[in-house]
T-cell receptor
Framework: GDSVTQMEGPVTLSEEAFLTINCTYT??????LFWYVQYPGEGLQLLLK?????DKGSNKGFEATYRKETTSFHLEKGSVQVSDSAVYFC??????????????FGKGTKLSVKP | DGGITQSPKYLFRKEGQNVTLSCEQN?????MYWYRQDPGQGLRLIYY???????QKGDIAEGYSVSREKKESFPLTVTSAQKNPTAFYLC???????????????FGPGTRLTVL
């Protein structure tokens, strides 16, 4: 079945460091790919998404490119801030078959940014 | 403001009691979802509904029940049959299910359920 694998955390960085959180996926069809962010005690917020191969999603300085050849959707940010501290979830929505539209999530990566 | 509301934010229940978690959306979305979040396990799908008066079981439906009588509302009942109900419950909605570009899910703030 479909699955998402993301790097385990926690990830601890100093402010202004470069961030990469790896995400790879397995899917039957042609999924849409998402990154969500969760701040402590809150629900998930959509950070960015890409719906087809080679699309780049971007928001708030974060970027991720849909790489079909490597089945990856790695999250990057050039210079993190303390306010970026949160848990980041990679997810896919497979538009194939009976479970179309359902999200499959990775386990989440906790990011802590120190001043 | 359009959005998804969940109530209450914190809920305490005695063992053996049923409890219902509320989820309301005013986004005019067709599809709604319930997830359970446990530490270190990501989110797991409990139930989903793609249209009013219809819903399907997700990966961990045992011990839960739902209804979808109105487009805006998708309440989740945690029954006494759920063996380990203490968790963070998240509701989400999307414009439509299964169509690229309309499948983005938007989440509510969550309800933390604790069984005493």
């Amino acid at each position: 079945g479909d699955s998402v694998t993301q790097m385990e955390g926690p990830v601890t960085l100093s402010e202004e460091a470069f961030l990469t959180i790896n995400c790879t996926y397995t899917a039957t069809g042609y999924p849409s790919l998402f990154w969500y962010v969760q701040y402590p005690g809150e629900g998930l917020q959509l950070l960015l998404k890409a719906t087809k191969a080679d699309d780049k999603g971007s928001n708030k300085g974060f970027e991720a490119t849909y790489r079909k050849e490597t089945t990856s959707f790695h999250l990057e940010k050039g210079s993190v801030q303390v306010s970026d501290s949160a848990v980041y979830f990679c997810a896919l929505s497979d538009n194939y078959g009976g479970s179309q539209g359902n999200l499959i999530f990775g386990k989440g990566t906790k990011l802590s940014v120190k001043p | 403001d359009g959005g998804i509301t969940q109530s209450p934010k914190y809920l305490f229940r005695k063992e053996g009691q049923n409890v219902t978690l509320s989820c309301e959306q005013n986004l005019n979305h067709d599809a709604m979802y319930w997830y359970r979040q446990d530490p270190g396990q990501g989110l797991r799908l409990i139930y989903y509904s793609q249209i009013v008066n219809d819903f399907q079981k997700g990966d961990i439906a045992e011990g839960y029940s739902v209804s979808r009588e109105k487009k805006e509302s998708f309440p989740l009942t945690v029954t006494s049959a759920q063996k380990n109900p203490t968790a963070f419950y998240l509701c989400a909605s999307s414009i439509k299910a299964g169509t690229s570009g309309t499948d983005t899910q938007y989440f509510g703030p969550g309800t933390r359920l604790t069984v005493l």
